[in-house]
């Protein structure tokens, strides 16, 4: 019997993440394939060259319609891939005939433990899909804003039922996919919030969120869910440049658990590391921060970031694969 079927997209400067999160599928997920949709040619290019036997890269403009790429002019680069989200899960299962589920999933997340207790809750489930709520930390409640679920670990089976799912889901964000809350919903995630009524028992609610861990959620679930979590969602993890340093953001905003770090962040950034080491001199771009050549005030910055905003920052040598000497 074939592992589980994983699908995502993301651009080269998210490339680091989406290698983590393939090396912890390679852990986690026996058996596995991971279908990208590659957001630029860099993108395309170095994951090509790696000659992964799991790793399978779909071509942007290859699976683009008419009505896609009219969006894309019309659109932010956040909202075009936001836009695209929902059409991914029908492009791999266009594409890996063998696939009787295929499961959408974030690419700045990363397995923690086995995945299969949130593949069997949906497997027993009877359902056709799998929305996982935010499930906030109450003083973090963002669902006004960001929505009750969260686009981020959504299997969908081979099915009618889930294509009737996904191909409303589709024509949704072809009308409206906009990062600009005052205009209606979030980008693609609010339309989640009608699918329980809209889709009834075709839609399974994950009925344990501790097992998809997140800065929005960790507090409320950290002690409960340590020892049984099976991803914990990234969100607000980035790379910067800086006088020929790497500047880790770890975090931001939510003030994380002492052990979190050593079971977590640690492991990740190990993850984050070892993928640059494998990739050509040169071959990505990490945001600078202002150097003091081009704003004196480029390490102060931080300082009230560090203070005032949680930031957990770590820094080492910029990477080769950083670098353009």
């Given at each position: 019997?074939?592992?589980?079927?994983?699908?995502?997209?993301?651009?080269?400067?998210?490339?680091?993440?989406?290698?983590?999160?393939?090396?912890?599928?390679?852990?986690?997920?026996?058996?596995?394939?991971?279908?990208?949709?590659?957001?630029?040619?860099?993108?395309?290019?170095?994951?090509?060259?790696?000659?992964?036997?799991?790793?399978?890269?779909?071509?942007?403009?290859?699976?683009?319609?008419?009505?896609?790429?009219?969006?894309?002019?019309?659109?932010?680069?956040?909202?075009?891939?936001?836009?695209?989200?929902?059409?991914?899960?029908?492009?791999?299962?266009?594409?890996d005939f063998a696939?009787?589920?295929?499961?959408?999933?974030?690419?700045?997340?990363?397995?923690?433990?086995?995945?299969?207790?949130?593949?069997?809750?949906?497997?027993?489930?009877?359902?056709?899909?799998?929305?996982?709520?935010?499930?906030?930390?109450?003083?973090?409640?963002?669902?006004?804003?960001?929505?009750?679920?969260?686009?981020?670990?959504?299997?969908?089976?081979?099915?009618p039922q889930s294509?009737?799912?996904?191909?409303?889901?589709?024509?949704?964000?072809?009308?409206?996919?906009?990062?600009?809350?005052?205009?209606?919903?979030?980008?693609?995630?609010?339309?989640?919030?009608?699918?329980?009524?809209?889709?009834?028992?075709?839609?399974?609610?994950?009925?344990?969120?501790?097992?998809?861990?997140?800065?929005?959620?960790?507090?409320?679930?950290?002690?409960?869910?340590?020892?049984?979590?099976?991803?914990?969602?990234?969100?607000?993890?980035?790379?910067?440049?800086?006088?020929?340093?790497?500047?880790?953001?770890?975090?931001?905003?939510?003030?994380?658990?002492?052990?979190?770090?050593?079971?977590?962040?640690?492991?990740?950034?190990?993850?984050?590391?070892?993928?640059?080491?494998?990739?050509?001199?040169?071959?990505?771009?990490?945001?600078?921060?202002?150097?003091?050549?081009?704003?004196?005030?480029?390490?102060?910055?931080?300082?009230?970031?560090?203070?005032?905003?949680?930031?957990?920052?770590?820094?080492?040598?910029?990477?080769?694969?950083?670098?353009?000497?």
């Amino acid at each position: 019997m074939s592992g589980p079927v994983f699908c995502t997209l993301f651009d080269s400067g998210y490339l680091p993440q989406g290698l983590a999160l393939l090396r912890s599928l390679e852990r986690h997920a026996a058996g596995m394939r991971l279908w990208v949709l590659a957001m630029d040619t860099q993108c395309r290019q170095l994951l090509t060259e790696l000659k992964h036997p799991a790793l399978h890269v779909l071509d942007l403009e290859a699976c683009e319609t008419e009505e896609l790429r009219l969006a894309r002019r019309m659109r932010s680069w956040a909202e075009y891939c936001w836009t695209l989200t929902p059409f991914l899960p029908s492009f791999v299962l266009a594409h890996d005939f063998a696939a009787e589920t295929v499961t959408y999933i974030d690419a700045d997340c990363w397995l923690v433990g086995a995945i299969t207790p949130l593949l069997e809750r949906f497997e027993r489930s009877g359902a056709h899909c799998m929305i996982t709520p935010h499930a906030y930390t109450p003083h973090r409640d963002c669902t006004s804003s960001a929505g009750t679920y969260c686009v981020q670990f959504m299997p969908f089976r081979r099915t009618p039922q889930s294509a009737k799912i996904l191909h409303w889901w589709q024509q949704r964000c072809l009308e409206y996919c906009s990062s600009d809350l005052t205009l209606g919903s979030l980008g693609d995630q609010g339309y989640l919030e009608d699918w329980p009524n809209l889709f009834g028992r075709d839609v399974y609610v994950l009925d344990q969120p501790a097992l998809t861990l997140a800065p929005w959620n960790i507090e409320r679930f950290w002690k409960k869910s340590r020892t049984q979590l099976c991803l914990y969602h990234f969100q607000g993890f980035r790379l910067f440049s800086f006088a020929g340093l790497l500047i880790i953001r770890l975090t931001a905003g939510v003030p994380m658990p002492r052990e979190a770090f050593r079971l977590l962040f640690h492991p990740y950034v190990s993850d984050i590391k070892a993928m640059l080491r494998d990739m050509p001199q040169g071959a990505l771009k990490a945001r600078p921060l202002p150097s003091p050549n081009q704003d004196p005030r480029g390490v102060l910055l931080l300082l009230p970031r560090l203070i005032f905003l949680h930031w957990a920052v770590w820094w080492a040598p910029l990477p080769a694969a950083m670098r353009g000497d």
